[in-house]
Structures are given as structure tokens and as C-alpha cells.
């Protein structure tokens, strides 16, 4: 897959994963390297279970990539924490 491709597929795929984690980052950018950094988590993940990861433009590799990109939101949110906490 070309650069176009994963830039394509990596905005998808941040878009999806933004949406199912409600992160309230913006940006065009931020979204394509969450996806883009998604699909080679999700790439990688897939193909040590069928040995095939996102290697071509279709419905599983967006799918692949956006699981992925999912996974990392959900680490950032663990590591950064939801937000400051106030006592009462």
C-alpha cells in the first residue's frame, strides 16, 4: 500500500477510533497518525493471530487499523488520566 494509502486509511480509522473513545482532540493530523500508528498496532497484533496484517485497501485493513488505533487512545487515556480530579 502506498503513502496515500495508509494516510487514507489511517484518517478513516483515527476518525472511527476517536468517535468510539470520545477523545476530544482535534485535528486533522493528530487523527491520521492515531490511525496510521493504529493500523501497524492492529497490523502487527493480526498477524502474529492470521499472519496477515493491513497490507492492502479494504473494509478488514480500515477495521484492523481503527481496533488498533482504538487500543492506543485507550493506553494515552490510562497513562495521561481523564482529566484533573478535585477533592471536595
Given at each position: 500500500?502506498?503513502?496515500?494509502?495508509?494516510?487514507?486509511?489511517?484518517?478513516?480509522a483515527?476518525?472511527?477510533?476517536?468517535?468510539?473513545?470520545?477523545?476530544?482532540?482535534?485535528?486533522?493530523?493528530?487523527?491520521?497518525?492515531?490511525?496510521?500508528?493504529?493500523?501497524?498496532?492492529?497490523?502487527?497484533?493480526?498477524?502474529l493471530?492470521?499472519?496477515?496484517?493491513?497490507?492492502?485497501f479494504?473494509?478488514?485493513?480500515?477495521?484492523v487499523?481503527?481496533?488498533?488505533?482504538?487500543l492506543?487512545?485507550?493506553?494515552?487515556?490510562?497513562?495521561?488520566?481523564?482529566?484533573?480530579?478535585?477533592r471536595?
Amino acid at each position: 500500500m502506498g503513502i496515500l494509502g495508509w494516510i487514507f486509511v489511517g484518517l478513516i480509522a483515527g476518525l472511527l477510533a476517536r468517535w468510539i473513545v470520545k477523545d476530544e482532540r482535534t485535528g486533522c493530523i493528530y487523527t491520521v497518525i492515531v490511525g496510521v500508528i493504529g493500523a501497524l498496532i492492529g497490523g502487527g497484533l493480526m498477524s502474529l493471530i492470521d499472519e496477515q496484517g493491513v497490507d492492502d485497501f479494504s473494509f478488514r485493513s480500515i477495521l484492523v487499523a481503527a481496533v488498533g488505533a482504538v487500543l492506543l487512545l485507550l493506553i494515552l487515556q490510562a497513562i495521561a488520566g481523564r482529566g484533573p480530579r478535585t477533592r471536595r
